[in-house]
């Protein structure tokens, strides 16, 4: 096992390059499985997620072939149905994308249930739902999810309950060939169900209204290949962002649509920092005080729930009495008691966490979650002293070459192997 060690109190300052957004590349990646024949994907960032999606992949019978470190050439058209290993479909949210590329493909499917972070209670019903309407019986027996139509998916008219992003693409990617016209009302709006969209489309698909509250998928034949470039990650985006303005730094962020941050923008301009926005980059610095500032996590062009933990060390470090409202997730504050380590005055009353700013200072933390580990290392560069990170594999899930990134700006942070085996115990 390894931790990251980091010696906080200096300011990031430079240039950081922002990779492919990983919300977008695991559905296409699991999206290649409706396709005979080549994709080749761009822009793939370079993190364990992804790594992951490849192998489930391979094993089902796809050829993968790397043709640089962020770029990827799938052809799927040998893929056998049901085949995905349990042991890593269990261990990723979007292996659950499968379900819906199966359907798709082959009219019925058969996937373990998916892993990915703990935020309490993320059910399916929404997919399972979408599915019955395509014309498909779905059920989850022996913790696989069972789906299989007769006579071919058919088009029909899906209304969420609420809107899920996991359940807009899935039935997405089920009815690219399904007969007819299917509708998706109160469908998910964020960018990277726009981006798959728009692969498929690239593909063959006849897809419209993705980024609307209504998708029409008009079902075709088959779909063909294509060369695909992924959308920049605006969650690594605003990470660094806050990162900036935490560490009192001058960062420009490079390789990203500043449109997508403009919800981030805008909270961090309420604070009190400073935020510039060209055609592909936004430059971010702060050198006064914090202000305080409430949020609340929504759906896309809301608050995003994954840059919820991030700001928390804002509101941490600000003057006054900050809130922070969780209502996309039910158990989004497991991280509040690692900043209780840290010295944070925080109290939590169900999705409500209110924070008196005052700072923080070093301690031995754990990530118990992808960003809620992000949130932990921005802690770590912005307070003076040594923090250490541990159970980092869930940080690398979603961000590439985060230390060498870091580094590059002026971080003293560093990847130490653990040698305790009771501390690494304890971090687990």
Same mark, same amino acid.
């Given at each position: 096992m390894e931790k990251f060690v980091i010696h906080g109190g200096r300011?990031?300052?430079?240039?950081?390059?922002?990779?492919?957004?990983?919300?977008?590349?695991?559905?296409?990646?699991?999206?290649?499985?409706?396709?005979?024949?080549?994709?080749?994907?761009?822009?793939?960032?370079?993190?364990?997620d992804v790594t992951v999606s490849l192998q489930i992949l391979e094993a089902m019978g796809a050829t993968v072939r790397m043709l640089?470190?962020?770029?990827?050439?799938?052809?799927?058209?040998?893929?056998?149905?049901?085949?995905?290993?349990?042991?890593?479909?269990?261990?990723?949210?979007?292996?659950?994308?499968?379900?819906?590329?199966?359907?798709?493909?082959? &009219?019925?499917?058969?996937?373990?249930?998916p892993g990915g972070c703990d935020f309490g209670v993320r059910p399916i019903d929404q997919h399972l739902k979408g599915f019955k309407?395509?014309?498909?019986?779905?059920?989850?027996?022996? &913790?696989?999810v069972d789906a299989e139509t007769e006579d071919g998916l058919v088009g029909g008219h899906i209304f969420f309950d609420l809107v899920s992003v996991g359940a807009t693409i899935n039935v997405m990617l089920a009815a690219c060939m399904a007969k007819g016209m299917t509708e998706i009302e109160n469908a998910a709006k964020e960018p990277h169900v726009v981006d798959l969209a728009n692969f498929l489309n690239a593909c063959g698909a006849d897809i419209k209204g993705a980024g609307t509250d209504t998708i029409r998928i008009n079902g075709v034949e088959r779909l063909h290949g294509c060369s695909y470039?992924?959308?920049?990650?605006?969650?690594?985006?605003?990470?660094?962002?806050?990162?900036?303005?935490a560490t009192r730094g001058d960062l420009t962020i490079t390789n990203v649509i500043p449109k997508h941050l403009d919800c981030v923008s805008a909270k961090m301009r309420e604070m009190g920092v400073?935020?510039?926005?060209?055609?592909?980059?936004?430059?971010?610095?702060?050198?006064?005080?914090?202000?305080?500032?409430?949020?609340?996590?929504?759906?896309?062009?809301?608050y995003p729930t994954d840059m919820q933990p991030q700001i928390s060390i804002l509101m941490c470090l600000a003057k006054g009495t900050s809130t922070l409202k969780e209502s996309v997730f039910d158990n989004r504050f497991r991280y509040i008691d690692e900043l209780l380590r840290m010295g944070a005055n925080v109290k939590v009353d169900g999705k409500m966490a209110t924070f008196e700013g005052g700072g923080l200072s070093a301690a031995r933390v754990r990530a118990v979650d992808l960003r809620a580990g992000a949130a932990m290392v921005i802690a770590g560069l912005a307070i003076e002293g040594c923090t250490e990170v541990d159970n980092i594999r869930l940080i690398e899930r979603g961000?590439?070459?985060?230390?060498?990134?870091?580094?590059?700006? &002026?971080?003293?942070?560093?990847?130490?192997?653990?040698?305790?085996?009771?501390?690494?115990?304890?971090?687990?």
């Amino acid at each position: 096992m390894e931790k990251f060690v980091i010696h906080g109190g200096r300011p990031l300052v430079g240039e950081i390059e922002i990779s492919g957004m990983k919300n977008a590349a695991l559905p296409i990646l699991m999206g290649c499985v409706l396709v005979k024949g080549e994709c080749i994907i761009e822009n793939l960032p370079e993190i364990h997620d992804v790594t992951v999606s490849l192998q489930i992949l391979e094993a089902m019978g796809a050829t993968v072939r790397m043709l640089d470190r962020n770029t990827v050439a799938i052809d799927a058209s040998n893929v056998r149905y049901g085949t995905a290993p349990l042991e890593l479909v269990n261990t990723i949210r979007a292996s659950y994308y499968l379900m819906g590329a199966e359907l798709g493909r082959f &009219g019925k499917t058969h996937v373990g249930y998916p892993g990915g972070c703990d935020f309490g209670v993320r059910p399916i019903d929404q997919h399972l739902k979408g599915f019955k309407v395509l014309g498909a019986d779905a059920e989850i027996v022996n &913790g696989y999810v069972d789906a299989e139509t007769e006579d071919g998916l058919v088009g029909g008219h899906i209304f969420f309950d609420l809107v899920s992003v996991g359940a807009t693409i899935n039935v997405m990617l089920a009815a690219c060939m399904a007969k007819g016209m299917t509708e998706i009302e109160n469908a998910a709006k964020e960018p990277h169900v726009v981006d798959l969209a728009n692969f498929l489309n690239a593909c063959g698909a006849d897809i419209k209204g993705a980024g609307t509250d209504t998708i029409r998928i008009n079902g075709v034949e088959r779909l063909h290949g294509c060369s695909y470039a992924i959308i920049p990650d605006m969650i690594e985006a605003g990470t660094y962002m806050i990162a900036a303005a935490a560490t009192r730094g001058d960062l420009t962020i490079t390789n990203v649509i500043p449109k997508h941050l403009d919800c981030v923008s805008a909270k961090m301009r309420e604070m009190g920092v400073t935020v510039e926005e060209g055609d592909e980059w936004v430059r971010v610095s702060h050198k006064g005080e914090l202000t305080a500032a409430n949020v609340k996590t929504q759906p896309y062009p809301g608050y995003p729930t994954d840059m919820q933990p991030q700001i928390s060390i804002l509101m941490c470090l600000a003057k006054g009495t900050s809130t922070l409202k969780e209502s996309v997730f039910d158990n989004r504050f497991r991280y509040i008691d690692e900043l209780l380590r840290m010295g944070a005055n925080v109290k939590v009353d169900g999705k409500m966490a209110t924070f008196e700013g005052g700072g923080l200072s070093a301690a031995r933390v754990r990530a118990v979650d992808l960003r809620a580990g992000a949130a932990m290392v921005i802690a770590g560069l912005a307070i003076e002293g040594c923090t250490e990170v541990d159970n980092i594999r869930l940080i690398e899930r979603g961000y590439d070459h985060i230390i060498e990134k870091l580094q590059a700006v &002026g971080a003293d942070i560093c990847r130490v192997e653990i040698k305790d085996v009771k501390a690494s115990a304890q971090a687990e």
